[in-house]
């Protein structure tokens, strides 16, 4: 509470790094979440250390799509569909961290589709949320200011699932990350292991495209009975579009482009 703390911190044993580097969890990143707030950034840090580890062993999409024949809820069943498209379509996503258990498939609407951006909705966000009109504007700002300024600066992302655009899939799995009586807010995610191949042997969770994981409004807290207003989730959302993208984009041009 103090305005300002010093302390020192006096170091012995330094000695300097032999060997490839090895980053690993002493547990789960589903674990890790479970016990404990996070806040953006921890989670980022979660789950970017997490990722170090894909590039090893999983294989990289190229050519076809792997599971596109598969039904939803088997290993890789869930993908975003390749191609533009309409609203009202329904889309099968899986929300299950990491890449390799068991998948936990939401139903999504496609809800927006802009130049840059397509918007999903799943189908069992709490009552209250986002109408139609608020998707197409917060669409059309993503169109307009998030995705041209953060691709200025960073450069264009892949285009695995052959849409054009980057998915933005609005989903009560965002909320269910913060814990009952949380005193902090995940308001996104993003996670490499959408960029590779959903193969057996692979990430097999992955939904194999851009896609980025979003906040939605809980007015009545039904998610862990923490409330989320509509004005509230409605002003963090745009800057947390536009700060996951920019993980997307230096994701995918490390992985697939530089």
Known sequence: ????????????????????????????LGT????????????????????RRLPSWAR????????????????????IPTGVPAVGDLWSLNVALGCSGTLDTRTGRVMYVGTSSIIVSDTTNPAGGFTSAQYDSIGMEIDSLAYPV?????????????????????TRAVNELSPPASSSVV????????????????????????????????????????VRTVPFVRGKTVGTAGHELQHLINASRRTYIT
């Open 1 to 28: 509470t103090a305005s300002s703390v010093s302390y020192t911190v006096n170091a012995t044993g330094i000695v300097p790094l032999t060997g490839p580097p090895t980053p690993g969890m002493s547990t789960a």
């Open 32 to 51: 890790r979440i479970a016990h404990g707030p996070l806040r953006d950034e921890e989670l980022h840090a979660h789950m970017l250390e997490a990722d």
């Open 60 to 79: 990289r999409i190229s050519g076809t799509r792997t599971g596109a024949e598969e039904g939803p809820g088997t290993a890789g069943g869930q993908l």
């Open 150 to 170: 953060t691709t200025e600066n960073f450069g264009d992302p892949t285009d695995l699932d052959g849409n054009g655009r980057a998915v933005f899939f609005y």
């Open 187 to 226: 308001a996104g995610y993003f996670t490499s292991r959408d960029l590779f191949s959903s193969a057996p042997g692979s990430c097999t969770l992955s939904n194999e495209g851009e896609i980025l994981y979003m906040l939605v409004p809980d007015p009545t807290g039904a998610v862990n009975s923490n």
